[in-house]
């Protein structure tokens, strides 16, 4: 299984930014999520998608400004950031799960991609 993210960069505040995570090898339905990290800290939490589309959970941090989708035809998911703010700046991970997991807990996915670096400037 592979991922690969893409989509991140240099923005400055306000302005929106669409990350992309292409998913290749699985051969089973999964759930996605998608965490952030900056230097010296852990994982954190940002959003994540059941298989189906329908169930969707958001970090309080970003909920409202954030949309977690997917295309499964394609293999692909998505992060539409919205109203960036330089607090979101960090590398974002996408993830999946194929079995049980704990939407919030990095520590219960399978697989992730090598991340993607965003930049917000104030």
């Known amino acids: 299984v592979q991922l690969v993210e893409s989509g991140g960069g240099q923005v400055s505040a306000g302005v929106s930014l669409r990350l992309s995570c292409e998913v290749s090898?699985?051969?089973?339905?999964?759930?996605m999520a998608w965490f952030r990290r900056v230097p010296g800290s852990l994982h954190e939490f940002v959003a994540a998608?059941?298989?189906?589309?329908?169930?969707?959970y958001y970090a309080d941090a970003v909920k409202g400004r954030f949309t977690i989708s997917r295309d499964n035809p394609k293999n692909t998911g998505y992060l539409q950031m919205d109203s960036l703010k330089p607090e979101d700046a960090a590398v974002y991970y996408c993830?999946?799960?194929?079995?049980?997991?704990?939407?919030?807990?990095?520590?219960?996915?399978?697989?992730w991609g090598q991340g993607t670096q965003v930049i917000v400037s104030s």
């Open positions: 993830a999946t799960a194929g079995g049980t997991y704990l939407y919030s807990r990095p520590q219960t996915y399978d697989y």
């Open positions: 090898g699985y051969t089973s339905t999964y759930a």
């Open positions: 998608i059941d298989w189906s589309g329908e169930e969707t």
